[in-house]
């Protein structure tokens, strides 16, 4: 364990980054899963909650990337990733 008083408060820092970090990162996988199962369920009448919940997680990425949880091009790919199933799923849903 650390004996001088800078690396006990460093130890503290890193330790209430750490969980604030995680917090972030929990959101933005939970809320990934809730809209991908949305969008797996895409029909013509929920296309409005599907963009809701897409906004919601581009919300929490980008104030995640901003917290500096997430690196700037993760939030970006896993922004893009959304998108491109949204757009897949729009492509192959059967009216």
Excluded: W
């Excluded at 809730?34 to 029909?43: A, K, V, Y």
């Amino acid at each position: 364990m650390a004996k001088n008083l800078s690396a006990i408060k460093r130890i503290k820092t890193s330790e209430r980054n750490r969980l604030i970090n995680r917090k972030y990162k929990s959101v933005v996988k939970t809320l990934t899963k809730r809209c991908l199962l949305n969008i797996d369920n895409l029909e013509s009448d929920n296309f409005n909650d599907v963009q809701s919940s897409i906004s919601q997680v581009y919300s929490k990425i980008d104030k995640a990337v901003k917290k500096g949880a997430f690196h700037p091009n993760t939030g970006a790919r896993k922004k893009a990733r959304l998108a491109r199933a949204l757009s897949f799923a729009q492509k192959n849903r059967i009216d």
